[in-house]
């Protein structure tokens, strides 16, 4: 891409730099005039859409490979690189294939059930079992290991099932007595139990919105959204599926490619090509692949079966979903052996997706003009930087080419099209939400003995939202917004009368950066300035979060350097006089930390760099900056030998305690590095078995985290699981007091989804018994 870049002219580069929408039109016909005359455009184009040099494609060749090295391993007993190794072979095996009489899809799910099993993944191998005998529906050796699966599983009549049309099948005399054997045994232990035949994934909720909202318009914000009537705090108020949504390549190996959930054990390739990974046949079917059942070979039973077993053999061999049930196909049009969708960005394979979306669904196959004002997306193209408006050109004409390969007829390569590509991802930069999942620091939920095992939240895929789009940003929002599966839920973390608007954050939020960070963020990735409540208004935490205590014993007051104090005199632009500092001054906590703003008119005069805001005292930034610095390297170790896994030598932890004073006299009390670092110690001394030390320095962070962001956060419900797991893992319960804590601060953002989004809490909700 670099290359390509690098050939067009200086003059048309300075031409696309200086362009705003309205000349669109044209720098994408000079551009366009310019690649068509260039053999390193066409090059590149053939690059990504040749069959033939793609990576991505099947071979029977590659997944007989990669089937042998399985059997090799499964042989030696290592199950673990067995199922490695048939996994990769499922992903290369086209589906049309053989391997002695047998679909060699069916077989490699067969022997992939097979490690499973050993591993003591049942449901993973029961539906392996499955997904063989719906390509090779008489498969016998598939139907004795499918009732293996049931029998760990208890499902005993389901097993018995299983062994009677396997033996029905079964040709070989040693067959059937080894089959007569394990039904034998069956028989005498036989419980009825449900099936766990593969289901569709429901993950979403039925609960139902309790709003009704509208879509206004402001002079500062433009559109936004509101309500009618008031909305009582944890209100779901709005629930949507996205018009688009793409994995990000990072997760293509550990999340499921539709749903965007974590991947099983027992993943489900495209049946087209090698590139997405599904967590069931399903997802494998929604996002655009070829139907399972298309490939089933051609079987007879015996006519002696019984209603009853009939009917249980169509349930097993039939997947229960049908292509035709598929409203669009987002993956469809990648699917066809070329590998442009795994090399182009996110973003521009996400734009592909919209536009063939929105052609699908137009009546006639001619792209309209104003594409972009399908979705009713805003677009940022004239805030962009000369360089991402020269990428964007680009892409839009390599994406089209890339599409002309599933779209010939419905979409030209012209001037005309180009240009709504361009506004297309220009507002996708600034509408995409990025769709998370929660993830403990070391890779699972918590136990016993993972006591500091810290909450996140990880960008798995990027989706367009039309609705979720309306919704404007605040550092302070009012209304949280979270996916369960590929559906975005928002709800409100406040009581937020009738009119007010409804406001998420972007990203950035008051206690996590401070205001300059947020600032810095917000117009780098989004191209406004904002003027939220949080920025433009003073508050606690904004003053104290890379704040600097006072050198004056005694004293409480923070110290601000020179970036800090820019921008919170900037929010003293909004103060009118006293009365109107005293309603900006809401916390009481502030007249602690910055006493003298009651005791100015000038107010501006109090925030120069380095003078304490209470006392007016004169502190040495430069000199305690310093000392931080060399303070922060013996932080440093300690957090990498953490990030390692490694235990903390003595001469780490010492060192990090006498780092971790040194920042607790230097900087402010409430500053969010003393925090940070904490949870470092915290961390460290649960991995050297000193849970009371830990304990305590998880509640010295805590009680910082309650006055950066207040003491109903998420994130305060996120520390207040790390402090429960470190008490039961002292033999401890947590307090009803924590226990009501957190499940009042988890209900107010999650509602009824709380033990959905957060499955431990519920098992600290068992331990605590009684309390809650």
Known sequence: MEKLKSAIPETLKRKIAESTVNDLHSTCSSLLQFFQNLPLFHQMVRDLTDPEMALCGKSKEAAMEAKAKGNECFAKGDYSNALRFYSQALRMAPPDVEDKEKNLLATLYLNRASSLHKLGFFLESLRDCSRALILSPAYAKAWFRRAKANSSLCNYQDAINDLTVSLKVETSLSGKRQIESELNMLLDQSRPRSSAIEKPNDDSSDEQLQVELQCVSTPAKGRGMTSFTDIPLASLIHKEDPYAAIILKHCRETHCAFCFNELP????????????????????????????SKYKGEHEFPEDLSDVLEQYIRNVTSPGISSSNIEHAEHRHECLGMHWPAVLPSDVVLAGRILVKHIQQQSHGVVQPKYHGILDLCQNYGQLSSDSKLEFHVYSMILLCC???????????????????????????????????????DGKQPLDNDATSSVEQVQVAQAVYSGGSFFNHSCQPNAHAYFLSRTLFIRATENVAAGSELELSYGPQVGQWDCSERHK???????????????????????????????????????????????????????????????????????????????????????????????????????????????EICIKRLQDALASCETPTTFIMDDALKSIDILRTLLHPFNKRIAEVEDNIAQAFCSIGEIQAAMDHCQASIKILQKLYGEDHIVIGNELIKLASIQLSMGRKSTADNMNRMVAIFSRYYGSHSDIMFPYLQFLKREAGELV
């Open 521 to 631: 963020f917000l117009e780098d990735r989004y191209s406004f300035i904002c003027h939220c409540s949080g920025c433009a208004q003073l508050n606690l935490s904004d003053l104290v979060h890379s704040g600097y205590r006072c050198n004056r014993p005694n004293c409480f007051g923070v110290v601000l350097d020179s970036c800090v104090a820019k921008f919170e005199k900037e929010k003293l632009k909004h103060v009118k006089g006293p009365n109107s500092l005293q309603d900006m001054l809401n916390d009481d906590n502030i007249g602690r930390v910055a006493s003298r703003l009651f005791e100015q008119t000038d107010y501006s005069c109090c925030f120069e760099p380095g003078y304490c805001l209470s006392c007016g005292s004169l502190c040495d930034l430069e000199a305690s900056q310093k000392t931080i610095t060399k303070a």
């Open 265 to 292: 054990a027992d993943t489900v390739p495209c049946m087209s090509c090698s590139i997405p990974l599904y967590c069931s046949l399903e997802c494998q079917l929604q996002a655009g692949g070829q139907d399972f």
């Open 403 to 441: 599409l002309q390969q599933f779209l010939a007829s419905r979409l030209p390569l012209n001037s005309e099209i180009t240009p709504e590509i361009i506004v297309l991802l220009s507002q996708i930069r600034v509408n995409s939400m990025a769709v998370v999942r929660m993830k403990y620091s």
